[in-house]
Nanobody
Framework: EVQLVESGGGLVQPGGSLRLSCATS????????MSWVRQAPGKGFEWVAD????????LYADSVKDRFTISRDNAKNTIYLQLNSLKTDDTARYYC?????????????RGQGTQVTVSS
């Protein structure tokens, strides 16, 4: 059974930073494409970033490019999302996912999410 457990969310002021983590189990992690998606209050899911098993390539949504960094540690079966220069528009629940393809905004396999609130 695929399990994805996010952590690291919280309340942060605009311009601040957070690091999200996602611990995984139940599948062959090192060969799996992984992603982060988010859902802001009252809105649909938005794809944020992708990273393949090798970790040699990363893709980002334009809204987070140059501010967020996705990474992974295959020895720990964990992916991360570093959030810098946070804006109020980044307020959302962030989900780690095992998508079936690149740039997928609603992957079927995702965790329960961790809340990020950006507010002064």
């Amino acid at each position: 059974e695929v399990q994805l457990v996010e952590s690291g969310g919280g309340l942060v002021q605009p311009g601040g930073s957070l690091r999200l983590s996602c611990a995984t189990s139940g599948f062959h992690f090192s060969s799996s494409l992984m992603s982060w998606v988010r859902q802001a209050p009252g809105k649909g899911f938005e794809w944020v970033a992708d990273i393949p098993g090798s970790g040699t390539l990363t893709l980002y949504a334009d809204s987070v490019k140059d501010r967020f960094t996705i990474s992974r540690d295959n020895a720990k079966n964990t992916i991360y999302l570093q959030l810098n220069s946070l804006k109020t528009d980044d307020t959302a629940r962030y989900y780690c996912a095992k998508p079936g393809s690149w740039r997928m905004s609603t992957p079927h396999q995702r965790g329960q999410g961790t809340q990020v609130t950006v507010s002064s």
